[in-house]
């Protein structure tokens, strides 16, 4: 038998997912800073005379003096290590108008696919870019305009594939074989997937329909049924977020140490830094090729023909319509009478602003506080750039094992996780303690233990993104998942700077980075209370009610 239609859909989301995460764990929290930092270094003068150049060999040379020193953008001279920081702030303001401004074509399911591979081959060719920018040409500054480029490719088009989790899970055979016994789904029915085949000795969704299943075959399902079924459609959504992080930092650590090659041997020069963003380019662009040919220009036809978004027709519409239409309904989405219809989707939304930002910051304080505080050398923080992807791979495969034998629902993974991982900063706080500076090792006081925080914060992240995004998938509106998930990533990016600043403000005032510890527990923690107040069952169903309202309104205005 030929691989099934769902089974090709999945791989091509997959695929893309291996495809696309390369960028960010090669080049965006690796290379790309160094890189750009590095460009403007090889153009920029030392403080405060603006005549000695900083770096006294460009693309090769590894001789650079430790003095302040700046580049002159325009009419102005800042800093060559803010100058990554700016093009990172740039890339995050134009990614968000972006997102806002894709969400309603990327919600038409026959655009979704065709947005997602246009921003793909956006992101990497100006990733591809960099290998033909040597920092010592007079264009040099391009290299910020690729960075901003290829975040902004990669930033969108991840929202178009995160669009299509809900309706995957959907379709998938566990969730098409629960629809049937329910009675949602007629057996002979066309829209079944290949690879849901009817098992006619599937165990009923809960031990009690033999007293709860309603005589002459009437298919009003009981509420446990009900809760049977939406924990089916949990686990798989889970299922299939969690693959798409493995694969993708299963990607992303391939890569990365095939590029650690170069640079090593090149001394880290600017030329072995672009070398290893264009073939973060490269990859992205090989590997989507099977997400161009096997993703559907669609939603899986399982849902496609109940999806509300699926009769959508793309011949009354223009580009600009709809980006304009996207700016009006992000409005609507904000607006209190909104908020309140969908108060448990937007409380997550504040969870996840505090938590996306408190994780970030983590992960750029711990790599800060290693290199300035414990003097780790460059290699050793490469090395820990690998194992916390390695770790999120291991943690996003037995987190849905251990979900499985213990039932929890995804929102108690995701605030199990969050507590495991307040525990980083929390043991960071313990170096303070007279006691423990006394000991050999203890409150992250020794390289080594950076590289047991590594091992231990990958375990964790790699589990949260991948329940984070799938949690979330069970709190927005059936078919409108792309401004729903723009949403998602604004609220992320919007964050991005809060932490990092006042982290930056911490260590400017006292002098020792430590301190930011305490910081960052308190922003974690603030989030927990937060998350328990989200109730999944009566979210999932008002988001239901609210898509079925909004259709009902477009009706009546159609008929008017």
């Known amino acids: ?72 953008i325009g009419w102005m001279w800042i800093d060559t290590a803010s100058f990554s920081l700016y093009v990172y702030s740039a890339s995050v303001a134009l990614q968000a108008l ?31 870019l960099f290998l033909f920018l040597p920092s010592s040409s007079p ?51 066309e829209l079944i997937p290949e690879s849901a085949e009817v098992d006619d000795e599937q165990p009923p969704l809960s031990s009690q329909d033999s007293v709860s299943a309603p005589l002459l075959g009437i298919s009003t399902p009981s509420k446990l049924d009900q809760n049977a079924f939406n924990a089916t459609v949990s686990r798989a959504t889970s299922r299939i977020s969690a693959l798409g992080i493995a694969s993708g930092y299963g990607a992303g650590i391939i890569l990365l140490l095939l590029a650690l090659i170069p640079v090593t041997k090149l001394r880290g020069s600017t030329f072995s830094l672009r070398l290893a963003i264009g073939l ?32 959508k027709t793309g011949n009354q519409w223009t580009l600009w319509s709809e980006i304009v239409a996207a700016w009006k309904r992000l409005g609507v989405m904000l607006r209190w009478n909104q908020i309140k219809q969908l108060q448990h989707t937007f409380r997550y939304l504040a969870a996840w602003f505090l938590l996306s930002d408190g994780f970030t910051t983590i992960t750029s304080t711990a790599v800060l506080f290693a290199k300035t505080t414990l003097h780790m050398e460059p290699s050793w923080l490469v090395l820990i750039g690998a194992i916390t992807p390695a770790m999120g791979i291991t943690g996003s495969l037995v987190f849905p094992y251990l979900q499985r034998k213990l039932s929890w629902s995804n929102l108690k993974v995701v605030v199990i996780l969050v507590i495991m991982v307040s525990c980083i900063p929390a043991y960071g706080c313990l170096g303070f303690l007279p006691i423990v500076k006394g000991l050999p090792f203890g409150g992250l006081t020794t390289p080594g233990e950076m590289f047991g925080l590594a091992i231990y914060f990958g375990f964790a992240y790699g589990a949260f993104q991948s329940y984070a995004r799938a949690c979330y998938a069970e709190l927005i509106p059936p078919g409108e998942e792309a401004r729903w998930y723009g949403l998602f990533s604004i609220t992320d990016k919007s964050s991005s700077f809060v932490g990092p600043l006042i982290v930056g403000l911490i260590a400017d005032a006292t002098g020792n980075i430590r301190y930011a510890f ?15 107040s989200v109730d999944l069952e009566r979210g999932r169903e008002d988001a239901r009610n609210c898509r079925m309202h909004r259709n009902l309104c477009e009706v009546a205005s159609s008929d008017s």
């Open 1 to 72: 038998m030929m691989v099934s239609s769902y089974k090709r859909q999945l791989l091509g989301w997959l695929s893309y997912a291996f495809a696309s995460e390369v960028f960010v764990v090669v080049s965006l929290t690796l290379f790309l800073p160094i890189c750009l930092e590095q460009f403007a270094s090889d153009n920029g003068y030392l403080r405060p005379d603006y005549v000695q150049p900083c770096s006294t060999s460009s693309e090769s040379g590894t001789s650079y003096v430790t003095e302040r020193c700046a580049v002159k």
């Open 98 to 128: 972006t997102v806002i401004s894709m969400g309603s074509i990327a919600d038409r399911p026959t655009c979704r696919k065709p947005l997602l591979l246009t921003f793909a081959f956006i992101g990497a060719f100006s990733a591809i």
């Open 139 to 189: 264009l040099w500054f391009l290299c910020a305009v690729f960075a901003i480029l290829a975040n902004i490719g990669f930033g969108a088009s991840v929202v178009a594939m995160n669009a299509y989790l809900p309706s995957l899970a959907n379709a998938s055979p566990e969730v098409v074989q629960a629809r049937i016994q329910l009675g949602e789904l007629d057996t002979s029915s």
């Open 280 to 311: 973060s380019g490269a990859w992205w662009a090989i590997f989507s090729i099977p997400a161009a040919i096997w993703l559907p220009n669609g939603t899986p036809d399982v849902v496609s023909s109940n999806d509300p978004a699926a009769g």
């Open 518 to 532: 305490f910081f960052l527990v308190f922003m974690i923690w603030l989030a927990v209370p937060v998350l328990l």
